[in-house]
T-cell receptor, first 116, second 114 residues
Framework: GAGVSQSPSNKVTEKGKDVELRCDPI?????LYWYRQSLGQGLEFLIY????????KSGLPSDRFSAERTGGSVSTLTIQRTQQEDSAVYLC??????????????FGEGSRLTVL | AQTVTQSQPEMSVQEAETVTLSCTYD???????LFWYKQPPSRQMILVIR??????QNATENRFSVNFQKAAKSFSLKISDSQLGDTAMYFC???????????FGQGTTLQVKP
């Protein structure tokens, strides 16, 4: 597809389980962002990848959260030992280098995580 | 560090009237850009308007305009002739031209009433 693809679109899990959320950015986009949006809330920055540079992990809320980006393309956000407060929509976005400066940021439809 | 603050969680406006959404930000950089994004119930993020920090002139896009006060680090969005389709959550955002990091505010839910 031509857009940013995220999977799964919905995930229900039990407290304490690990989950993996996947983001497939637009081909050729070097910048990839993860955000978390709790119900009716703003977009909380989690992590940012830009090319081969070290990722900016400053937004990860705890060491239960990690993300990687393999081959400069697909990214996986992993949440270990999930807690109920992790329930949210996780949004991924990508852009071509610093084209985000022009607002050319493309968002996926998000992965809705529910932790029971 | 970049921060963006939106102090109005919810606002409403009558159709055809004008509404202003507030945003303040903080950054230590000189090379940055500011945006307003719209998120309708479909959850898809839509760019409404952008402003280069080095430009003094306020950006306008049809019914949307901004009031960029650089010294005060304020970046408000004015929506004129509000339409029902403007009902959405609006996010103010700051983009670092040096690192490419994009930070959003908490959002303002706008309801346009008929």
């Amino acid at each position: 597809g031509a857009g940013v693809s995220q999977s799964p679109s919905n995930k229900v899990t039990e407290k304490g389980k690990d989950v993996e959320l996947r983001c497939d950015p637009i081909s050729g986009h070097t910048a990839l962002y993860w955000y978390r949006q709790s119900l009716g809330q703003g977009l909380e920055f989690l992590i940012y990848f830009q090319g081969n540079s070290a990722p900016d992990k400053s937004g990860l809320p705890s060491d239960r959260f990690s993300a990687e980006r393999t081959g400069g393309s697909v990214s996986t956000l992993t949440i270990q030992r999930t807690q109920q407060e992790d329930s949210a929509v996780y949004l991924c976005a990508s852009s071509l280098g610093l084209a985000g400066a022009r607002g050319e940021l493309f968002f996926g439809e998000g992965s809705r995580l529910t932790v029971l | 560090a970049q921060t963006v603050t939106q102090s109005q969680p919810e606002m409403s406006v009558q159709e055809a009237e004008t509404v202003t959404l507030s945003c303040t930000y903080d950054t230590s950089e000189n090379n940055y850009y500011l945006f307003w994004y719209k998120q309708p119930p479909s959850r898809q993020m839509i760019l409404v308007i952008r402003q280069e920090a080095y430009k003094q002139q306020n950006a306008t896009e049809n019914r949307f305009s901004v009031n960029f006060q650089k010294a005060a680090k304020s970046f408000s969005l004015k929506i004129s002739d509000s339409q029902l389709g403007d009902t959405a959550m609006y996010f103010c955002a700051s983009f670092s031209g040096n690192t490419g990091k994009l930070i959003f505010g908490q959002g303002t839910t706008l309801q346009v009433k008929p």
